[in-house]
């Protein structure tokens, strides 16, 4: 069986602040895809990073940066200088070899101007 | 043009009642999905198609069913509701199955059960 933990159940912080993310995983299989996906307060989930189990190089992306590491079966994403459009739910997750994308709880991101 | 897009946004009704969630993609995906968000934010799947077959059947109550006239539209029906199936249902597309598939949501559909 997979699971994703997202530990942080809420996060607020002030416009500029840095915020990390943290998402554990758990899954048997050798190769899987670690997923992030935002949900803004109007509803709609949105896709923005894939990783494959064999990937473990950091990317950046803008204000977003994505540590992977292997050895700790963690995939933390941080936010640099918030904004207050980066308020959103924010879902880690998992697809291993039984094709299903299993979500972490997803953590409540607030940024206050 | 959006994406996935499913219809109602809102669908408010009576325990008891049958209902329908509406979904199409115009992306050319192969594979359409169908999850449940409850009220605590959390994300199940529950049914997935691939070129109209279903190929995900989590453990749903058999009064929700599945249908996939064709690859570009995946709709839900739901007989006999019950309180407790007040959630969002998204929908949702990838091109394939494979677990390197990201997906693309619609904006979901509100079902409050009364």
């Known amino acids: 069986a997979q699971k994703v933990t997202q530990a942080q159940t809420e996060i607020s912080v002030v416009e500029k602040e840095d915020v990390t993310l943290d998402c554990v995983y758990e899954?048997?299989?050798?190769?899987?895809?670690l997923f992030w996906y935002k949900q803004p307060p109007s509803g709609e989930l949105v896709f923005l990073i894939r990783r494959n189990s064999f990937d473990e190089q950091n990317e950046i992306s803008g204000r977003y940066s994505w540590n992977f590491q292997k050895s700790t079966s963690s995939f933390n994403f941080t936010i640099t200088a918030s904004q207050v459009v980066d308020s959103a739910v924010y879902f880690c997750a998992l697809s291993s070899n039984d094709y299903k994308l299993s979500f972490g709880a997803g953590t409540t991101v607030t940024v206050r101007a | 043009d959006t994406a996935v897009s499913q219809t109602p946004k809102y669908l408010v009704t009576q325990m008891g009642n049958d209902k329908s969630i509406k979904c199409e993609q115009n992306l050319g995906h192969d594979t359409m999905y169908w999850y449940k968000q409850d009220s605590k934010k959390f994300l199940k799947i529950m049914f997935s198609?691939?070129?109209?077959?279903?190929?995900i059947n989590e453990t749903v109550p058999n009064r929700f069913s599945p249908k996939s006239p064709d690859k570009a539209h995946l709709n839900l029906h739901i007989n006999s509701l019950e309180l407790g199936d007040s959630a969002v249902y998204f929908c949702?597309?990838?091109?394939?199955?494979?677990?390197?598939?990201?997906?693309?949501f619609g904006s979901g559909t509100q079902l409050s059960v009364l």
């Open positions: 949702a597309s990838s091109r394939s199955p494979g677990k390197y598939e990201k997906l693309f």
């Open positions: 899954t048997r299989d050798t190769t899987y895809y």
């Open positions: 198609y691939n070129n109209k077959e279903l190929i």
